[in-house]
């Protein structure tokens, strides 16, 4: 076992780091701050420590456990990271400080994501910096971003390219391929319109509408490979078709 990255920088610089987290109401903590938690921290906690929380969306939309993924797959132009106080409910609390990001038609979930904790360090420090103002209550429409599972993942051929393209940017889109699955790193929608849902063609697949382009595979049981090189080992026949 060894110290998560916190605790171990609290170590380094000679700072006390309680844990677990009951005993922070007694190590005289002025601010408590919350980044990607994934619990509910205890009410005796909260009355005891002021705290702000980080959350990667632009509230009050996608409140909860997958903001990131969530807003690509809803095909969200922008997004972004609020400092808000801590409630006892899901995301619930007021906004001191909030950034914006755009989501471009390349962004994927895993650079969004490093983008977005960079620009969330930059609030923390420039709000503590120059001093919490009074927050803002949330405004607008509540919308949930609920864990993903493996069916968010799962690439159905009848729907549109563009949908598909943001599944496959979220990371970990699988279909399946002679009865194994077959997951797909890197794909590129396209208007190619003459190819039924699933149909191959190259490293083209028919979808409900347009094609998707099939950039970087990993087929079960191997590693990470061109489309290309997977295909021409593959070989699929006429009949076949990804997802059957």
């Known amino acids: 076992p060894a110290p998560r990255p916190v605790p171990a920088a609290a170590l ?4 006390p780091g309680p844990d677990p987290l009951d005993a922070g109401g007694d190590a005289g903590v002025e601010l408590g701050i ?25 509230l009050p939309r996608w409140r909860g456990a997958a903001p990131v993924e969530r807003a690509i797959l809803a095909g969200d132009r922008e997004t972004g990271v ?3 106080g801590l409630e006892e409910g899901l995301d619930t609390g007021p906004v001191h400080r909030r950034s914006v990001r755009p989501i471009t038609p390349i962004t994927t979930a895993a650079s969004l994501a490093d983008d977005l904790a960079d620009d969330a360090a930059h609030l923390l420090l420039d709000g503590l910096e120059a001093g919490l103002a009074d ?23 009848s729907e549109p390219a563009a949908q598909l393209d943001r599944v496959v940017r979220i990371g970990n889109a699988w279909t399946t391929f002679r009865g194994a699955r077959l997951k797909v790193h890197v794909a ?3 208007n190619h319109g003459d190819l039924h849902a699933g149909e191959i063609d190259g ?10 382009d099939l950039v970087e595979v990993q087929p079960e049981g191997r590693g990470r490979m061109a489309a290309s090189a997977w295909r021409n080992g593959a070989q699929p026949a006429d009949h076949e078709r990804l997802g059957s």
Request: aromatic share 6%; with cysteine; proline share 7%.
């Open 12 to 15: 380094d610089l000679g700072l």
């Open 34 to 58: 919350v980044v990607a938690y994934g619990r509910i921290v205890p009410r005796r906690v909260l009355a005891a420590v002021p705290m702000v929380n980080l959350h990667f969306s632009l």
């Open 82 to 84: 609020c400092l808000m």
């Open 135 to 157: 927050p803002e209550p949330q405004e607008g429409e509540v919308t949930y971003a609920d864990k993903l599972d493996a069916d968010d993942r799962h690439l159905d051929w």
């Open 188 to 190: 590129r929608p396209t």
């Open 203 to 212: 490293t083209l697949v028919g979808t409900g509408d347009g094609a998707l």
